[in-house]
């Protein structure tokens, strides 16, 4: 794995506060997407590892006023992905990755 790729991991393991169980359905992702995709390239395998970054960052009690219980709401689902891309774009960015690959 890249060194990028080992920092968003490390980032996203600290961000859900080392949750073993967190970091083996992230790193099962990866595991999938090498399985059914073995050219993915590191944006993708990024992409894989930091898919739900939203959630180590959620504040319910905004999340039920903008979105009522179900976060599975088409509205819902849409903040969690679009959320979560800024995270790993902020984090991307930080840490020096190049904006095209
Ligand atoms: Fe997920």
Redesign the pocket.
């Known amino acids: 794995m890249t060194e990028l790729f080992q920092k968003v991991r490390g980032f996203v393991k600290e961000s859900f506060h080392n949750n073993i169980a967190q970091m083996k ?1 992230f790193d099962r ?1 990866v595991h999938w997407v090498k399985v059914f995709k073995p050219d993915a390239d590191e944006a993708f395998l990024i992409a894989a590892v930091g ?2 970054i939203e959630r180590a960052f959620r504040k319910k009690e905004e999340m039920v006023k903008m979105y009522g219980n179900s976060f599975k709401s088409e509205e819902g689902l849409m903040h969690h992905q679009k959320e979560g891309a800024k995270i790993i774009e902020d984090f991307l960015v930080k840490n020096s990755a190049e904006r095209e690959s």
Do not use: R
């Open positions: 359905h992702t898919h739900d």
